[in-house]
């Protein structure tokens, strides 16, 4: 049996299945307790049907570039890992950048099905965790200061107004998390000649851009929920076309 085949295997499809099945049990638990506290306190009924029928459509939509990263990480990882991960806590930026990490870490070459060992997959499998599981503990006892702090408007000209400290803080995050990709793949290029990661970058660029066009100045709110998975998606099939021609 090989290495992917183990990390598919029925113990950790049932494993992960059971934690997925507890997680949609508990939102569903709670979707129910919101349902008849809005009844109680005089909510409509079509309203909180139609709130419904928006948070599904908005649910599904974007979840496409999550299965794309699902199946992106499954080639090394196996599906049920990924299929946890994702469906859980995590965020894709973050499951496919520190599952790479890791595995570098451990001396492989990367998300590579071929140099996968058990011991490798033990160890990203644990940062993976290990580096998200924080949100949630620090949520439980720092949470409501935080929430607080995020909606204090900054102030301009001595006057209240201007962007708040959790729009400043998730663009500095945002430009710091580009900044990091963008040097390790010209870092990648001039060590070892690799062009692919600029050639996807660029094209993802490019395909978001396009989406932003539309959804900014032509009022296309609904491209929204296909900008990520669409980016993905086009810089994926470039990656491909620039492949075979080299």
Do not use: C
């Amino acid at each position: 049996m090989g290495i992917l085949d183990q990390l598919s295997s029925w113990p950790l499809y049932i494993i992960s299945g059971i934690i997925i099945l507890f997680v949609m049990v508990m939102s569903g638990f709670f979707m129910i307790r919101a349902w008849r506290a809005g009844i109680a306190i005089g909510m409509d009924r079509a309203k909180l049907r139609t709130a419904v029928t928006s948070s599904v459509t908005f649910t599904l939509l974007p979840s496409v570039s999550i299965l794309l990263g699902v199946i992106a990480l499954s080639g090394s990882l196996g599906v049920p890992l990924p299929w946890l991960r994702l469906s859980v806590i995590g965020a894709l930026h973050y499951e496919t950048s520190v599952a790479d990490i890791a595995a570098r870490a451990v001396g492989l070459s990367g998300l590579n099905a071929s140099e996968m060992t058990a011991e490798a997959y033990t160890t990203i499998a644990l940062v993976m965790s290990m580096g998200i599981i924080w949100g949630m503990v620090l949520t439980v006892f720092f949470n409501k200061a935080y929430l607080k702090r995020l909606q204090r408007p900054k102030k301009a000209g001595g006057k209240s107004g201007g962007k708040s400290f959790g729009d400043m803080a998730m663009t500095a995050m945002f430009i710091g998390l580009v900044a990091a990709y963008v040097g390790s793949y010209v870092g990648t290029f001039t060590s070892t000649g690799n062009f692919m990661p600029l050639v996807v970058l660029a094209a993802s660029g490019v395909a978001m851009a396009v989406f932003t066009h539309f959804i900014e100045k032509k009022g296309q709110n609904w491209l929204e929920n296909f900008s990520i998975a669409g980016s993905m998606l086009f810089g994926m099939a470039v990656a491909v076309m620039a492949g075979l021609l080299v």
